[in-house]
């Protein structure tokens, strides 16, 4: 399947790795609904960040989650 895709150029803000290393797991918690996405007024999952879309429906959501915990294992210690 080929599928269509665009480039931009655009500053991005975000937490840097030593930040988020230090993040407890309730600030994290909060980074990700309210820095790292968020879903738009039309029901579009976003990068928060750079506002790219990262699902537009419940089984690209499911999708996205599966793979999550697909590579879980190979995410920090």
């Not at 089984?59 to 989650?65: C, F, R, S, T, W």
């Amino acid at each position: 399947m080929s599928y269509k895709t665009i480039s931009s150029t655009q500053e991005v803000v975000a937490v840097d790795i030593p930040t988020m290393a230090d993040m407890s797991i309730d600030e994290y918690n909060d980074y990700l609904r309210f820095g790292l996405m968020s879903v738009d007024h039309h029901d579009i999952l976003r990068s928060e960040v750079a506002g790219y879309p990262l699902a537009t429906n419940r089984e690209q959501v499911n999708a996205l989650i599966d793979y999550l915990y697909e590579i879980a294992p190979k995410v920090g210690s």
